[in-house]
């Protein structure tokens, strides 16, 4: 599963758009986009609805990505946290492989 910077770098990478022609697609600056997905800089509330509505999704579908750490052991989760994980999996390829496209076509 995907970071939360890793996954809208993957989202914005699947449109085809630079971060430049990303951040003008759903009307934020360049800088925030890069910082973002460097992880020098957290995501805020406004940005997570700016990208659902680019998206057309509800904000819900991006947010639960938020707090996903690569380097924690999954021994530790319950099994409906590792169910959580594995359809957060499937809803992450579901907006990198489907919805991805509306920002290509709107923002062009």
Known sequence: MYTFPELLKEIRNEAG???AEFAKA??????????VETGQKDV???LITKIAESLKIHPSSITPFL????NESEQN???IEKRLIEFGEKLQEHLIKNRA???KQDGK
């Not at 707090?67 to 690569?70: D, F, L, S, T, V």
Request: net charge positive; charged share 15%.
């Open 17 to 19: 758009l630079t971060q």
């Open 67 to 70: 707090y996903y750490n690569k």
């Open 101 to 103: 496209k509306l920002l």
């Open 77 to 79: 989760l319950s099994k």
């Open 44 to 46: 805020s509330k406004n």
């Open 26 to 35: 759903i009307g934020v600056s360049t800088v925030l986009i890069a910082m």
